[in-house]
Every structure is written in C-alpha cells, then in structure tokens.
C-alpha cells in the first residue's frame, strides 16, 4: 500500500513518464509497422529475400536492450541522447514479430483463394490489397501486439539515454536504493503492456483508423521543439541533484524554458551528448575530467587539475568550466561500520591485510577508469581472493550493507553512507585526485543566453561537502523528492 500511496502523492509526475513512455512507443511502432509491413510483402513475392530478411531481424531481436543503446549512441543522425535513440531501438526489436507475422499471415492464404481471384481477372497488386492482406489482418495485427508489448518493457532502458519515460523511476529507485521508485516505474510499465495487449484487440476491430491517426499526431508533435536549454547528469543521486539544481536556478533567474534529460549513464555518455550538443551543460568532476576524458596521469593539485581541465575543455570542445560549487567529492572507500570496530580500521592501509579473505564490490566505471581500480590494487597492495563483483553503483551500497560485498567504493558525499551505517577509510596514501564539483556549459549556449551563465556564476563556491551530503541523505535515507530538496536549498541559499 506504501507504493500506491508514493504513486499517489507523486501522480504528475507518473502521469507525465507514463505519457512519455507512451510517445517512444507509439512513434516507434508506427515507425516499425511502415518499415516491417513492406518487407513482409516483399518475402511473400521474393522468396530467395526472406532468409536474409528473417535472419536480420532474428540477430536484432537477440542483441540485449542496454547493448544495443550502446551501440546506437556514437551513430551520427541516428543516435545520440534522448528520445531519437530510444526510436531506433524499439523500432529493430519491433520488427521482426511485424515481419514475421505479416509473411506468414499472407503466405498462409488459401491457394484456391488466390486462383479464384486470378480467374475474376484482378492483378497481383488487387489481388495482394483485396485479398490476401484482408485475409491475413488478423495475424498481422497479432505481430503488431507482440511488437507492442516488447516496446513497451524495452522502453523503460530509454531513461539511460535521457528519452525519459518509466525508466527514469526504475533508474533513480536502483540508484538510491528504493524499492517505491523501482515499483512506481515497474507497475505502471507492466499495466501498460497488459493494457496494450487486450486494449489493440479491441483496436483492431473498431478503432484502428483512429490508432493510426493518433499516432500520426503523436509523431508530428514530437518534431516541434522551440528554443530551450537541456540540462543532463550521469546516473547517481547526487548528479540528479545537481542536474536538477542546475535546472530550477536557470528557471529562477531568466525566461529560457529548460528540459531535464536526467540519469543519462556515465561521465562519457555526458561528455558525448555535451559535445554533440545533444545537452547543454552537466556538473562534471575536475579528476574525472583529467583521467577519464583528458586521458591524463592523475594529480594531487586541485588548483592546477582545475585550470588545466578548464583550459582542455575549451581548447577542444568549446565548453567553458564555470565557477566551482565549493565541495570535492573524491572516491571514498567503504565499509561496513561493524567490521571497522572489530578490526580498529581507520585508513585504506589498515584494510589491507583484511581483503585476503574480502569480497569487493564496485562500479562499472570505477573497474575502467586510470584512478580507479587497478590502480588502487597496486597503490595499496590489495589482494583481494576473487575478482570484484561489478554492478550499478546504487547497488554497492546495499551489498556491502548486506554482507554480499565487504569493500566498495562509493562517493565521499553520498548520504547511502549514514543511511546505511558503513564507513569511509582514509586514503592515507592520496591515492584519489581531487573531484571538484563544476558545472560545465558549452560556450555556444552562453553566446546565446549570456543570462544562463550569469546564473551558473551565482551558485559558485555555495555547496560545501557537508551541505551536498546532507541534500544526498535527504533524498536517500529520508526518500524526499529531488525537486523539493532542490527548492529548499534554492531558499536558503
């Protein structure tokens, strides 16, 4: 009943994902029937096309869902971030029940129907519309269904690539370790697919013309966008928080509407967008910029990271470093307060010797990145008995509090940490570079809204650490909206 009651309580915001869910698919379905219906057609005249045709699809349908937006991201014209990408990819995992359907549908037509036909004189183009396809409707729109309910489910990995949707609760429930936010996305997702599958075969005998036309509108208002700015951030609480800061002072200090593709992945799929001018601005972290992005050695210095990023960024992207938001949140090593007491742990050191019989758990990026890692294994000689186990990092946190995992590395300022009663080890070795929090703005969008950069400049030097882990447990272990911690700062500031 606590989920309904969160759905409740939340239901502008349910509505409008549940809406957004519904546009990504219903544009990506119209768009897979006009593409899937002709080639059914097609393997029905053509036989030696169909094999190919079939294995294609069949190979699409195969690739996993988050793979597959991977791949699709560095495309140009089709791919990128937001709701372009997520089209594509339903459109290739609708295809092949609509291909399928349609050429088993018409091959499945009665020979003697088609003879009859021939012998009353139509032509194959009469014979296919007047016939055959009447004929095979029903199977048709059967491959439509399938391909409808599977778009349905695949959609909710569109939040990853910033097309919004019910995947954006799901994303943000893993996250921040909420099962509400999980289930709030998961069973409006669910209702939907259960009410595409019964609702189209009420559809398809009565309503189909009105279905195409709706979907045609859909599409067409989907193609209007006016002049806005869009704000991204990577796939933590704390980003979301910043995003959405970001977002809520450009609407309190000018006129320039803003769009929020939030929970977008890692710090390259927001370099990429940024660069691409797919987003406008995100708040990036100075050491994160110079191993991740720069692909330089790390550094101690937090005065020289900044300003050698800063002077990077706009020498090669054309995007300006603003002022810094005041807090570093360098990598923290974690782990369970219990196990700290009993072996007097205090620094990274002194765990040492207990990682021979740990299990460690961590990030995807985190295994990658220059200063994460590998690095850190031979910086502290950790001899850890089995390779890590790697997940979402909102997952770390609850593994490590219950004892599946025994080390991690978290972010210094999230409120997981107090929620869950772990501990951070100090790096006595300074290890980690410094990760100053600043947001990052391409320098066309300042050209073009002076006013936005006047207003990044007033949040300079105005979130300490202690303040960002206060607004990151508010949202994690109090399960406040992102929004009213947002506003409440705002305030105060």
């Not at 290739?92 to 029940?97: F, Q, T």
């Not at 499945?108 to 129907?113: C, T």
């Not at 009469?126 to 409808?148: C, N, Y």
């Not at 991740?292 to 210095?301: F, Q, Y």
């Amino acid at each position: 009943m606590r989920v309904f009651e969160f759905m409740w309580t939340r239901r502008s915001e349910v509505l409008l994902l549940t809406l957004e869910h519904l546009e990504i698919v219903g544009i990506a379905i119209l768009i897979a029937v006009a593409i899937g219906l002709p080639l059914g057609i097609i393997m029905t005249r053509r036989p030696a096309v169909s094999r190919p045709i079939l294995a294609i699809a069949n190979v699409l349908q195969t690739v996993p869902s988050l793979a597959l937006f991977g791949f699709l991201i560095p495309l140009p014209f089709i791919g990128g971030i937001g709701a372009r990408t997520a089209i594509v990819a339903l459109v290739l995992y609708s295809l092949l029940p609509i291909i399928r359907n349609t050429y088993t549908g018409i091959a499945g037509v009665d020979p003697a129907i088609r003879e009859a036909g021939r012998a009353m004189g139509m032509t194959d183009g009469q014979l296919l519309w007047k016939v055959e396809i009447p004929l095979a409707l029903g199977v048709i729109f059967a491959g439509i269904r399938v391909a409808t309910v599977i778009a349905v489910g695949v959609a909710t990995i569109a939040a990853a690539v910033g097309a919004g949707g019910l995947g954006m609760f799901i994303f943000r429930g893993v996250s921040m370790v909420d099962s509400r936010l999980i289930l709030a996305g998961a069973i409006p997702a669910a209702a939907l697919a259960l009410i595409a599958d019964f609702g189209l075969g009420a559809v398809q005998k009565r309503f189909s013309k009105l279905l195409c036309l709706a979907c045609i509108v859909i599409t067409l208002s989907s193609c209007s966008s006016g002049d806005r700015i869009v704000v991204g951030s990577k796939n933590f609480t704390e980003q979301v928080i910043l995003g959405e800061l970001l977002a809520q002072q450009i609407e309190r200090k000018t006129k320039v509407p803003v769009e929020r593709k939030l929970n977008l992945g890692g710090g390259l799929i927001c370099h990429q967008a940024l660069v691409a001018g797919q987003i406008d601005m995100y708040v990036e972290y100075t050491g994160t910029a110079l191993t991740t992005i720069l692909k330089e050695a790390p550094s101690n210095d937090p005065n020289g990271v900044y300003e050698r990023v800063r002077s990077e960024y706009k020498k090669r992207f054309d995007v300006d470093w603003t002022e810094p938001l005041g807090f570093n949140n360098t990598f923290a090593i974690i782990v369970r307060k219990s196990d700290a007491d009993a072996s007097h742990l205090k620094t990274i050191s002194d765990a040492a010797p207990e990682t021979a019989h740990w299990v460690a758990g961590f990030g995807y990026e985190f295994i990658e990145r220059e200063d994460g890692y590998p690095g850190l294994v031979k910086a502290y000689d950790l001899r850890f008995p089995k390779p890590p186990r790697v997940m979402d990092l909102g997952l770390t946190y609850k593994a490590v509090a219950e004892r599946q995992v025994d080390f991690i590395a978290g972010n210094s300022t999230d409120g997981l940490i107090d929620a869950l009663g772990l501990v951070v080890l100090e790096d006595d070795k300074h290890y980690f570079p410094p990760y100053d929090a600043v947001p990052l703005v391409r320098d066309a969008t300042v050209m073009k809204h002076p006013e936005v950069r006047e207003a990044l400049k007033e949040l300079g030097g105005k979130i300490s650490a202690e303040v960002m882990r206060r607004m990151n447990y508010a949202v994690d272990g109090e399960h406040k909206d992102v929004k009213d911690v947002v506003r409440e700062f705002l305030t105060r500031m």
